[in-house]
């Protein structure tokens, strides 16, 4: 698998201030569903978030050859409005690490929240089925 690519395909998706609204895990397919309120895709040459070459309302990204999730060593109060995403090379290489951050607890402790994917790719699209 070539997870370059993977990590190029991630960097067109634009998830910036989207709702998290559902955390689907699927241990024994090795899938991890998000629902987001929306999500879009951009042109990754040209990455414009008000000229967006899709739009999806809600959007669905489906992570395929889950290894691990971790959130960070601190309670997750739930929180839901990204505020950053990113995709980056593991260590070791034999999958993708996808990087979140949502905003949104009660308290300044939880208020940021860090969430971990190990993976080998990925789909994003409409939801047709989670």
């Given at each position: 698998m070539d997870h370059l690519a993977v990590i190029e395909r991630f960097k067109?998706?634009?998830?910036?201030?989207?709702?998290?609204?559902?955390?689907?895990?699927?241990?024994?397919?090795?899938?991890?569903?998000?629902?987001f309120h929306a999500g879009s895709i951009v042109d990754a040459d040209n990455p414009d978030i008000f000229s967006p070459v899709a739009k999806f309302k809600p959007a669905r990204l489906k992570f395929l050859g889950v290894q691990a999730i971790s959130f960070e060593e601190r309670l997750y109060e739930l929180n839901s409005t990204v505020i950053g995403f990113d995709a980056r090379m593991a260590d070791g290489c034999s999958h993708v690490e996808f990087l979140f951050e949502l905003s949104g607890g009660p308290d300044a402790e939880s208020f940021i929240n860090k969430i971990r994917i190990l993976a080998l790719d990925f789909d994003f699209g409409a939801i047709s089925t989670v």
């Open positions: 067109s998706i634009y998830l910036g201030d989207s709702l998290l609204k559902e955390f689907i895990l699927r241990i024994e397919d090795a899938e991890l569903c998000l629902v």
